[in-house]
């Protein structure tokens, strides 16, 4: 327990490992918080892939205390994934955005047609490409993304009013 390198984390949202890393770190200022934005609907290891960072954009998000060779030290691009520096207090907000928010759109669409079709799953046999693009997000691992809703459920209601508006 006494590491006082540099630390990152590959998690969706920020408001609770940001508290965790400030409480338990030996060296907190020597956090890094980090979020790739690559992957599928697939989770763990079944959705591994040697190119899965290729050209995807990692966010990093230094704060005032961030030594430069720490943050410097964490660039991934030789996983050939392009850094973006983000502030902290903008992250959820964010990724809720392009991320979160898309999701739960998915799913939510996925949950509508599965209330129309019948037994013969006709309705799912007339699904073209748009639905099938528009979707295939939904497929990923619900208990994930419970727990990315409850840790950013205030900037992913918000996303959600806004969308519910815009509809």
């Not at 763990?44 to 205390?65: K, M, Q, S, T, V």
């Not at 392009?98 to 759109?105: A, C, D, F, G, T």
């Not at 619900?142 to 990315?148: E, N, T």
Request: proline share 5%.
């Amino acid at each position: 327990w006494g590491y006082t390198g540099v630390v990152t984390d590959t998690i969706s949202t920020k408001g609770h490992i940001l508290a965790a890393a400030a409480e338990l770190l030996p060296a907190p200022e020597r956090y890094v918080p980090g979020h790739p934005m690559a992957g599928s609907e697939q989770s763990g290891i079944a959705g591994a892939r040697a190119d899965l960072f290729e050209g995807a954009n990692w966010i990093l998000c230094p704060d005032g205390a961030t030594v430069p060779e720490d943050f410097q030290h964490l660039l991934v691009t030789g996983l050939d994934a392009r850094v973006v520096s983000l502030r902290r207090e903008e992250h959820d907000a964010a990724v809720a955005v392009v991320s979160h928010v898309p999701h739960m759109v998915a799913s939510s669409l996925m949950q509508l047609a599965s209330a129309h079709a019948d037994d013969t799953g006709s309705i799912m046999r007339l699904a073209a490409g748009g639905f099938k693009d528009t979707t295939r997000i939904a497929a990923g691992s619900p208990k994930l993304w419970c727990g990315i809703a409850f840790d950013n459920a205030d900037a992913l209601k918000s996303g959600l009013d806004e969308m519910a508006g815009i509809l």
